[in-house]
């Protein structure tokens, strides 16, 4: 059984801060994991995805997120936010056997203020 | 490429009525699934299929049903519609079913 708890329901920053987005997941098997992004009134659009390579991932936009096996963690972070940055972000876990569908989180809703 | 396309992008129907939503994936991609996303309950898993056959199917009611044919394209249906259907459809399709899934804009479905 897979499963992924977003620590932060609204995460508020101003702009040209860093941006910490926290996930964690739980999984039977060694997991995918994936952050997608969903500006309002869209459909979710990939940002990252760890794939057992690399644990320090880098995603479009400026975002990256790090694996972390030992704390069972996959925050997502940013350097600097941008108020284009405002949207949901949803933290996403696959067992990686095609076996059971992936596993959302509940999102988080990130706010830039200026 | 051609990214996720849904088809139509909003719909209003009555309660009791039915509805039908399509779905064309990336070109070449064989697997396709679905999701509806509501306020309340956050994005939830109605079903997958991979060639034509359902590969996994979440906890909804079988009035929700769907169907892929042979060039990958997805539809799924809605029969005797509820007030509590009323949602933002999303559709995903991948290369295979453990590679990561691009989304369409969805279908907004509204129901009086």
């Known amino acids: 059984a897979q499963s992924v708890t977003q620590l932060d329901s609204h995460v508020s920053v101003s702009e040209g801060t860093p941006v910490l987005l926290r996930c964690n997941y739980s999984s039977s098997y060694s997991p995918s994991l994936f952050w997608y992004v969903q500006h309002p009134n869209k459909g979710l659009q990939l940002l990252l995805k760890?794939?057992?390579?690399?644990?320090l991932v880098k995603g479009i936009n400026g975002f990256e997120a790090e694996f972390k096996k030992s704390e069972t963690s996959f925050h997502l972070t940013k350097p600097s936010a941008h108020m284009s940055d405002a949207a949901e972000y949803f933290c996403v876990v696959s067992d990686r056997t095609g076996n059971t569908p992936l596993v959302f989180g509940k999102g988080t809703r990130l706010s830039v203020i200026a | 490429k051609a990214g996720v396309t849904q088809t139509p992008r909003y719909l209003i129907k009555t309660r009791g009525q039915q509805v039908t939503l399509s779905c064309s994936p990336i070109s070449g991609h064989r697997s396709v699934s679905w999701y509806q996303q509501t306020p309340g309950q956050g994005l939830q898993f109605l079903f997958e299929?991979?060639?034509?056959?359902?590969?996994n199917k979440g906890n909804f009611p079988g009035r929700f049903s769907g169907r892929q044919f042979s060039n990958s394209r997805s539809e799924m249906n809605v029969s005797t519609l509820e007030l509590g259907d009323s949602a933002l459809y999303l559709c995903?399709?991948?290369?295979?079913?453990?590679?990561?899934?691009?989304f369409g804009p969805g279908t907004r479905l509204t129901v009086l």
């Open positions: 760890y794939t057992s390579a690399a644990t």
């Open positions: 299929y991979f060639s034509e056959t359902q590969r």
């Open positions: 995903a399709s991948s290369s295979g079913p453990v590679n990561e899934q691009f």
